[in-house]
């Protein structure tokens, strides 16, 4: 058979990975050889296939193909993520389109629609992983909301549930207005702002029996010799009418609604003459009472912080600390609420600006200055400012894990490649705060928790169970319900964070939860590799690592390999409003799988960001060429 000169990869690559498909080749089954196992990080199921799975799944095959050829027996685990804030999103949008509203539809129906969605789209990213020339074995697919999966999330959670370790409980936390469901600290990206610091004036509630004016100031006065005479007049704010006023600093003034005090440092001797007084909450005309609390930073600002328990979680712990009224000014699009009283049904943002000409009109608003700060937005709805807010949600207790989690890493028992991820990692979990695992979401996995009828007013019950039919037994056992029945439970609404499923991916996935100690997860547990980026070792990596330990007893992988970002020659992260993102199946229909595999490998440094430049797969279609001509001679 005489071959051609130049090698052609769309003539040879789909055949012979067809050839392996067609004899089975990838697929593992235990046996008395030396396991070595690769679980996926799983994609989205609402993803389709750009150069960062490019990269990762390179370096996976070249691990796993070069375990093959040492004689082990490889078996590298497909599967993708249920990705339910991601997935619900594109759902409802897709129904939009209809002119269907999601409050329209019951959650039954809904979910038909989303597991419609999910069958049309959801294999899409594995596909194209084939055509990369992935060695995985594709028997073994899974997904996080299958059966197997999926009933292993809630016997997780009515176990750790059962050892005290999830409660429930209203905490503030991170909201996202766009997908209305809350998020977990690890879901919130922190972006540099120009924004504004808004000077707000707070008067003094003259009528309220405070001590005269005058002999106030001479206190005030006396009280702070030590000030320069200059900056007296920031320490007595008086109008042109002699009414006194506080000046309150904030780059948020469309929460005034919602305050319900103002905080001093009792050490400070600027604000001394407002000890014991109260405010009056510009344009909302609400008397607040001044307290005192050494949290407030003397040297920041004025020294006067306005108090929004609802919406702050600094503010939420003084307001708990001084026994605040909590007033909740924003629905869960983040739109003013009733509760506001004014700018009732406007969007948070368009408060801001027309707040800010109100109060200057009211001559409440003293100066606006320019402020740089850190404004939190969500991981998932890239143009979407989170609102801290403050609901019911379900928590996992996590210095249990911390603690059982950090050691094997900084011992490197479990070795992180780079070692530097070692200080970010022990930085994360010496600082660890309890999981928000609670979703408002329908797409998902149904938090296992069925309330029982109260009277109103009466302090919630409820049981958790893996079905209906155990929390009937349990609720029947409590006092006053013996004769409840199935019908009356309320099965909890709220589905869990997706996370909260991937965790176990590593056990789970050769059915370890369900099925403790059987012949897979003997076998190929724990792991070898795993090959991921770093901007999840907090979302996935470090919890896996807990799971591991919780439910197996060891680690659930030998070593951590990070990736870096693929970045464009230039620098610049890849992204498709830059247009700097290539599609990597044209790149492959150009060059060919392995010569685009090799170019991206090229520039691909351990835990360093890749500088890609196309260029690099015409080197790697080239060494294929000569690697061709060499099997020709």
């Known amino acids: 058979m005489s071959l051609a000169s130049t090698y052609i990869p769309a003539e040879v690559e ?59 027996n490889a078996c590298w685990v497909p599967g993708t993520d249920h ?67 999926s009933e292993s999330v809630i016997k997780v959670f009515c176990d750790l549930y059962n050892k005290g370790l999830i409660y429930r409980g209203l905490r503030m936390v991170n909201w996202d207005p766009k997908a209305q469901t809350a998020l977990s600290n690890e879901e919130v990206i922190y972006k540099e702002e120009k924004s504004k610091l808004y000077y707000l004036k707070y008067y003094v509630d003259e009528a309220a029996g405070s001590t005269d004016g005058e002999e106030a100031d001479a206190v005030t006065l006396a009280a702070t010799d030590a000030f320069d005479p200059t900056v007296k007049h920031q320490i007595l704010h008086r109008d ?4 006194r006023y506080a000046v309150v600093a904030t780059t948020r003034p469309e929460t005034i609604m919602g305050d319900t005090a103002m905080c001093i440092n009792p050490k400070d001797p600027k604000n001394t003459w407002l000890k014991g007084k109260n405010v009056i909450v510009p344009l ?95 991981e998932r709805n890239a143009d979407t400012a989170v609102e801290p807010r403050l609901c019911m949600q379900w928590f996992l207790r996590m210095q249990h894990f911390a603690d059982i989690a950090l050691p094997p890493v900084m011992e490197d028992r479990l070795k992180f490649y780079p070692t530097k991820y070692k200080t970010t990692y022990n930085n994360w979990l010496a600082n660890i705060q309890d999981w928000c695992i609670s979703r408002q979401l329908w797409w998902g996995h149904r938090i296992p928790a069925y309330f029982l009828p109260v009277a109103e007013g009466a302090e919630e019950k409820f049981v958790v169970a893996e079905t209906r039919e155990e929390a009937l037994k ?25 996370w909260f499923s991937s965790w176990l991916w590593p056990i ?51 070593n951590v390999y990070f990736t870096g970002i693929v970045r464009d020659k230039l620098g610049r992260k890849m992204s498709k409003s830059l247009g700097n993102s290539p599609d990597p199946l044209d790149l492959i229909a150009r060059y060919g799988a392995d010569g685009v595999r090799m170019g991206i490998m090229l520039s691909a440094p351990a835990g360093n960001d890749i500088l890609f430049d196309e260029s690099l797969c015409e080197q790697g279609r080239n060494f294929c060429n000569k690697i061709w001509n060499a099997f020709r001679l």
Request: aromatic share 10%; with cysteine.
């Open 14 to 72: 789909e055949k012979w990975y067809e050839y392996w498909m067609k004899n089975n080749l990838f697929h593992s089954e235990p046996d008395e050889r030396e396991p070595y196992t690769i679980v996926i990080p799983p994609p989205n199921v609402t993803g389709v296939l750009h150069m960062g799975h490019m990269l990762n799944n390179t370096i996976q095959d070249i691990l796993v193909r070069h375990a093959r050829m040492l004689g082990k």
């Open 83 to 149: 990705a339910s804030i991601a997935t619900e999103a594109k759902v409802v949008k897709k129904l939009a389109e209809q002119g269907i509203k999601k409050s329209d539809l019951t959650r039954e129906e809904f979910l038909k629609h989303a597991w419609e969605w999910t069958d049309e789209h959801g294999g899409i990213i594995l596909k194209q992983l084939r055509k990369l020339g992935a060695s995985c074995d594709w028997d073994r697919t899974s997904f996080t909301m299958d059966e197997v999966r």
């Open 240 to 243: 042109a009418e002699g009414r």
């Open 284 to 378: 909302v005309n609400r008397v607040i009472p001044v307290i005192e609390d050494r949290y407030v930073e003397i040297e920041f600002g004025t020294g006067c912080l306005k108090v929004t328990p609802a919406h702050d979680t600094n503010d939420y712990m003084l307001g708990k600390t001084h026994n605040l009224e909590t007033i909740d000014i924003f629905n869960a699009d983040a739109t003013i609420s009733e509760a506001a009283g004014i700018y009732v049904g406007m969007d948070r943002m368009e408060v801001r600006a027309q707040i800010a000409k109100d109060l200057a009109e009211a001559g409440l608003l003293e100066k606006v200055e320019d402020y740089d700060n850190k404004v939190g937005y969500s």
């Open 474 to 498: 349990l609720a029947q056992a409590i006092p006053g319900y013996e004769n409840i029945t199935a019908e009356e439970l309320r099965h909890d609404e709220d589905a869990l964070d997706t």
């Open 508 to 558: 789970s996935l050769f059915n370890g939860i369900l099925d403790p100690g059987n012949k897979e997860i003997s076998y190929y547990y724990p792991t070898n590799d795993l090959v991921t980026g770093p901007d999840i070792i907090f979302f996935w990596v470090a919890r896996m690592i807990m799971a591991g330990y919780e439910y197996q007893g060891e680690m659930p992988f030998k």
